[in-house]
């Protein structure tokens, strides 16, 4: 059972206090996923615009270009869980991510 301090007693939650607070602890959780996943996303459609002038151009797209790409559209179907975000998410000492699939042909 979780304490809360109330007026500097500490007490046990009741039910309905603990059952409150697991779904405030709950909602963080989802929601901390989410915004990992948002991130993740943000950063591969600015690797897809990074290379949009291959697919816009007359210039012919290199078959690694083109799996690379198709790999920047699978990341939120091919990651999926928190790990796999952070994992994602990871960078260097200067900044840089270092996930191989983040990783230009």
């Known amino acids: 059972m979780v304490q809360i301090n109330i007026n500097g007693i500490n007490r046990d939650m009741t039910a309905e206090e603990q059952a409150e ?9 989802a929601t901390k996923v989410q915004e990992k996943l948002n991130l993740v996303k943000v950063i591969r ?5 990074e290379t949009d ?8 797209m290199s078959s690694e270009m083109s799996t690379y790409r198709q790999k920047m559209r699978d990341v939120p179907q091919d990651f ?6 952070d994992l994602l998410l990871a ?7 270092t996930h191989s699939v983040w990783s230009k042909p």
Do not use: H, M, P
């Open 53 to 60: 002038f291959y697919a816009l151009s007359d210039v012919t």
């Open 21 to 29: 607070y697991d779904q405030l602890q709950a909602d963080f959780e």
């Open 45 to 49: 459609n600015q690797k897809l615009q």
């Open 91 to 97: 960078r260097d000492s200067d900044g840089k991510l």
């Open 80 to 85: 999926t869980t928190e790990s796999q975000y």
